[in-house]
């Protein structure tokens, strides 16, 4: 079984981790990986673009010259969609674009997105990962140190813990994600996936037992 490298938060190799793709998802199915991103893309739409029928603009409904003999196409009120100032002919309406997937293929999603990392060597361990209070500066050393600095990375940790997200959240392509809620479209967005040595265990787990 492959190893990969695990770092400190200074950068040194501190030990080893002996995972592979198979261990988190059987197989890495695109189109899977595809629908699931979709879904997460269009549940973060808005969905409030609106715009005005021709009961809704301003002016007269009156008919805006006689039926017959001006020589000109029949017209009725100034409001029509193809006239300048008209109300449009098929108005946008406010709507939800939210649609789900079966839950276990969403789950299934999130791990193969997880093993794509790790086929890809896009994944990097590190040991542990805490700060005593929030310091964007310490954050920034230990990617750094990592070789992640400016790279899109997410940082995943085991739970949440404030002084993390605190200490990446005004850094430039850093999130921060514990491993309960982590997604496929989270987890392929960025280019780098950082996550800590308890995290993974807590995939690994996860994956075990067929859930997310």
Do not use: C, W
């Amino acid at each position: 079984m492959p190893e990969l490298p695990v770092y400190d938060r200074s950068g040194k190799k501190v030990g080893s981790y002996a995972i592979e793709p198979t261990d988190l998802a059987p197989h890495i199915n695109k189109q899977l990986l595809h629908d699931a991103v979709v879904m997460y893309q269009a549940n973060l739409r808005q969905g409030s673009a609106k715009s005005k029928s021709r009961s809704e603009v301003s002016g007269s409904t009156k008919k805006m010259y006689r039926q017959k003999g001006t020589g000109n196409a029949r017209a009725g009120s100034k409001r029509s969609g193809v006239r300048r100032g008209g109300g449009h002919i098929f108005a946008r309406r406010p709507r939800s674009f939210t649609y789900r997937i079966p839950r276990k293929a969403a789950q299934l999603a999130t791990r193969m997105a997880v093993a794509s990392k790790l086929k890809d060597d896009q994944l990097v361990i590190v040991d542990e990962l805490k700060f005593d209070q929030p310091k964007t500066k310490e954050m920034a050393g230990v990617l750094n140190s990592l070789g992640l600095s400016g790279m899109s990375t997410l940082v995943t940790i085991e739970s949440l813990d404030d002084n993390v997200y605190k200490s990446a959240r005004n850094i430039q392509k850093i999130s921060v994600s514990p491993v309960a809620d982590l997604n496929a479209l989270a987890v392929l967005k960025p280019g780098r996936m950082l996550v800590t040595k308890a995290a993974l265990d807590a995939i690994k787990e996860k994956a075990k037992n067929g859930s997310n």
